[in-house]
């Protein structure tokens, strides 16, 4: 019977088509000021979903960026709340005592997974605005998203030692030093956004791997869409990280492609409880 034959397998080729391509958790997206007026939440939208993003976890300068994209689509957007109105926020929030109040603000009006993208340094951590920002979120039960040095996290975990930590950039710091933190904080995750030598030419080299094998559930990835042209690198990102991915055990893939996002955030519902 050749051509139920064939009909059985064109009406598998869909499936096939999307078994192949793995989902991706981005837990590094920003959609900021300078971002809207080119790419309207619709674009930002269909750009997530051509790029196969289960999730992504987004925060932008200002906030009404990230809440445009959490309404376009609440089952794909995870909102995080940054302390920045503008970018230039980013060089002096930790001195600028009027952030408190929009961060208070915001957290009446709206819901978040998560507090960040967030940079702080050093002995900066233990500034009177951060250390509030740190309060706000072990008081609304929310991530914490740092692109911080070692120093700034320990210093957030002195200050809430239950902290849960999305380490940005895994602080771009060497294999070795993220393994010593790994070891030592049991609820600090990394996202291995804006950084290439993991994965280069789809290789992961074998210091990366030991890493990722000795903590499988806490590794992410992510675009770190920090200027609006990088928007149009989310879907070349997807792609270029499954490659890498691909020459992981494809249990330990998965867990960096989305698994590790997708637990660390189950707590997280679209729909406010009835
Ligand atoms: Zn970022």
Redesign the pocket.
Known sequence: MPTRLAVLLLAMLPLAASAAEMPIFDA?L?YSHDAWANLPPADAIAILRKAGLRRALV?SSGDDGTQRLFDAAPGLVIPSLRPYRTRGDVATWVRDETVVPFLEERLRAGRYAAMG?FHLYGADADLPVPARMIALAREHKLVLHA?SDVDAIERIYRQDPAARILW??AGFERPDAVRDMLRKHVNLWCDL??RTEHGAGGKVPVEWRALMREFPDRFMV?T???TPERWHYIVEHAGWSRAWLGDLPPALAERIAWRNGDALFSFWKPAAAP
């Open positions: 590094h920003h925060s993208e692109h940005a950039h956004a804006f992510g770190d869409t920090f």
